[in-house]
């Protein structure tokens, strides 16, 4: 088990991914970061064809009848949008923009469901006009759809009511359980106006046995919806399967033998506000686990538990769809020597890499593409592959932003690298489709948002690139 390095810093590799590797082995990475002159993020959709095909493999396979709705804010590309749309899969959409966006990549609008809280009044009009499916947060936005659909419509609004987790009851989303009751009240009420296709949930954490439980809890609810007249044939259980970044082994050795020293700074980080970089089930295998769990207090699975029901089983998974879908590219400006370690300068920021800003760090290892460096200072000095290759890791650097905030760090993590990190190699961050990219961009500094490249390896040897028609906005 490679557990830590020569220098004694833990590593943690990234699992292996064949379309990464080839492209890191091709020549089109330093010829769009010298295009781009910056940091730049490269996306692969086949790699979201592949995850969102194998949640409905896992459907199939559990012989549940289900719909995938991608959760619009792991991603701001178009690119996924397509691809969901080309799929026949739905996308969910929190904002009039991310609403926008999907219907004009092609999205249908009755294949739209909108989450978040106290929805825009704008949002909520467009929502019911394309016969969206509304997850209704509050008593008060219920009575908002209501009167919007009322508006002299003859489309019916289509809700499913959100409920505030039991197990989580300190959560702000969500209709508690005497709020639920009155809203259903209000749905007899509203008759042909209202469509109420059935409850919502989405949970923090990945534990499999409480959204099982909370799935029964929903079915349950349909049972009474239905005994009022109500529709109620669709439960959705929001997002929330894991990504498994790194395998068993290398997760257990870095908790284990991680300390302050292996930080600059000695910056700590608590355990717990890691992502879990490694799950022992992830995306389609964590769906699957979970349709062969036994909900509390029943003795069929909960596969079972819904064909019984005849209730169809909606998924709003953003980063799982994302898994292996793309990697962050810098350039290194500039390197400090410091005791026992190099501190890197590249050419971005934290906010291309989001996971510092809630107060974590992404930690699968970055690559170093090393490079000629005839643009910086030791120009002409080629920098031949193996030159520096010193076994083990014996070159840890921690990676600094081109920016004058002290905490404005991409990784504290004093990372062991193979060979000396030089002025104008690559840094390639894996992995970072599923909300590292994009979620906190800024023109900080006045530095311009890095553009989105997509690859696209479809019946040729080597990859075709456009930006993804997003990335100027
Ligand atoms: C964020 C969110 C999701 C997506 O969660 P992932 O963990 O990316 O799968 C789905 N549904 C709702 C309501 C959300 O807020």
Not at 43 to 61: C, I, Q, V
Not at 409 to 435: E, Q
Request: glycine fraction near 10%; include cysteine.
């Amino acid at each position: 088990m490679a557990v830590t390095t020569v220098t004694g810093h833990p590593v943690l590799p990234a699992l292996p991914d064949p379309a990464t590797e080839a492209l890191l082995a091709g020549g089109l990475l330093p010829e769009l970061a010298h295009a781009f002159g910056g940091p730049f993020h490269f996306l692969l959709p086949d790699a979201f064809d592949t995850n969102l095909r194998s949640l409905y493999e896992a459907l199939a396979t559990a012989g549940v009848d289900g719909f995938v709705y991608f959760a619009k804010k792991a991603n701001k590309a178009a690119v996924f949008a397509e691809r969901a749309a080309a799929l026949g899969a739905g996308v969910d959409v929190a904002s009039v923009g991310e609403l926008r966006e999907a219907l004009g990549h092609g999205v249908r609008g009755e294949d739209l469901m909108v989450t978040g809280p106290a929805k825009d009044p704008h949002l909520l009009r467009l929502a019911v006009q394309h016969g969206a499916l509304i997850a209704v947060d509050a008593l008060d936005e219920l009575d908002a759809v209501i009167t919007r659909a009322f508006g002299g419509r003859t489309r019916p609004a289509r809700v499913l009511l959100r409920v505030l987790p039991p197990l989580q009851p300190d959560s702000r989303f969500g209709l508690a359980e005497e709020e639920l009751a009155t809203a259903m009240d209000r749905c007899v009420t509203a008759g042909d106006a209202l469509r109420m296709e059935g409850f919502s949930f989405h949970l923090s954490g990945y534990a499999l046995g409480p959204r099982a439980g909370l799935a029964a809890r929903l079915i349950d609810l349909c049972r009474t919806a239905r005994a009022k007249g109500l529709q109620a044939h669709r439960i959705s259980i929001g997002g929330g399967l894991p990504v498994s970044y790194t395998d068993a082994d290398s997760w257990r050795a870095f908790l284990e033998a991680q300390r302050p020293a292996d930080y600059h700074a000695e910056k700590t980080f608590r355990s717990g506000d890691f992502y879990p970089y490694h799950s022992p089930l992830a995306g389609a295998g964590a769906l699957t686990a979970l349709l062969a769990t036994r909900p509390e207090n029943s003795d069929t699975t909960l596969a079972q538990v819904l064909r019984n029901a005849q209730v169809q089983l909606l998924l709003e998974p953003g980063r799982a769809l994302l898994d292996r879908a793309g990697a962050t590219v810098f350039t290194i400006q500039g390197v400090k020597e410091r005791d026992g370690y190099r501190l890197l300068t590249v050419d971005g920021t934290s906010l291309s890499l989001s996971e510092q800003w809630f107060g974590s760090e992404y930690l699968p290892d970055p690559r170093l593409i090393p490079q000629p460096s005839m643009d910086f200072e030791n120009s002409g000095d080629l920098h031949e592959p193996g030159e520096c290759e010193a076994p083990g890791g014996a070159f840890p650097a921690s990676v600094g932003a081109a920016t004058c905030l002290e905490s404005d760090m991409l990784t504290w993590r004093k990372i062991a690298f193979p060979r000396r990190p030089r002025a104008g190699d690559l840094l390639v961050y894996p992995n970072t489709a599923g909300y590292q990219m994009d979620s906190n961009e800024s023109s900080f500094h006045d530095l311009p948002l890095p553009p989105k490249v997509v690859i696209d390896w479809t019946d040729r040897p080597r990859p075709r690139w456009r930006l993804d028609r997003h990335f100027t906005s």
